[in-house]
């Protein structure tokens, strides 16, 4: 896949799992998002919460979930600490992070809590 093919395959997946949410009545926060220590997908409001959310699209799901590191989920969980900063209750907002795998027929498999 060249790379802006796997740059619109990404996005379009980013796109299938924000309408998954918003169906739930989750509404976007952040899309994207990029601090000093890392980039965050897809971040939702969930009440006074949010669920930050990492896309991983691939051929199965099994190679999606396969493309998750220890170093990425350290700069995800960076980011966050970023992001929440400029969140009303700070670092006292609950969080929940999310997996989002997308298969190649576009189907999902959401991963809720992975760090609980």
């Given at each position: 896949m060249?790379?802006?093919?796997s740059y619109l395959a990404g996005l379009a997946a980013e796109n299938a799992?924000?309408?998954d949410y918003a169906r739930r009545g989750h509404a976007l926060a952040a899309r994207r998002w990029r601090g000093s220590r890392g980039e965050l997908d897809l971040v939702l409001r969930d009440g006074d919460g949010l669920i930050v959310v990492e896309v991983k699209?691939?051929?199965d799901f099994a190679r999606a979930a396969a493309r998750i590191?220890?170093?990425?989920?350290?700069?995800?969980?960076g980011a966050v600490?970023?992001?929440?900063?400029?969140?009303?209750?700070?670092s006292l907002t609950d969080v929940r992070?999310?997996?989002?795998l997308v298969d190649g027929a576009g189907r999902?498999?959401?991963?809720?809590?992975?760090?609980?």
């Open positions: 060249s790379g802006k093919t799992v924000e309408a699209k691939a051929r590191t220890r170093g990425q989920l350290e700069r995800i969980y600490s970023e992001f929440v900063a400029g969140e009303p209750r700070g992070f999310d997996v989002a999902l498999e959401i991963i809720e809590n992975y760090w609980a």
